[in-house]
């Protein structure tokens, strides 16, 4: 006689089955539940508002469009140069902190 997994465990499986269909449930289900109901996405309320607001900022014009342009043309000519002074105090004042004016640079 010839014994193979299949015969070993075929029993088995059967009175598996069987058990679960008794239940009502089965290995799958709640896969097939899933896939019924159809997959669906929600997007926060903060989600959608940060989305709204990116649209608005990207569509608003440049307010400082000329000074960007003088800004772009200074730095192709050569002529663009700031003071590592100045953007120190500029750094420290939007951090908060004081500054006192008319030091010495």
Known sequence: MKVSNNTINS???GSRSE???KKGKTP???E???AQ???RVELSVNLREVGKLTETVASMP???SEKI???KSRIADGTYNVSGL???EKMLRSMGIEVPDGEEK
């Open 19 to 21: 058990a679960l269909d």
């Open 86 to 88: 100045d953007v120190a």
């Open 28 to 30: 799958h289900a709640a």
């Open 37 to 39: 109901a159809g997959d």
């Open 32 to 34: 097939n539940a899933r």
């Open 69 to 71: 342009e003088s800004i």
């Open 62 to 64: 440049s307010t400082n």
């Open 11 to 13: 029993p088995l499986r």
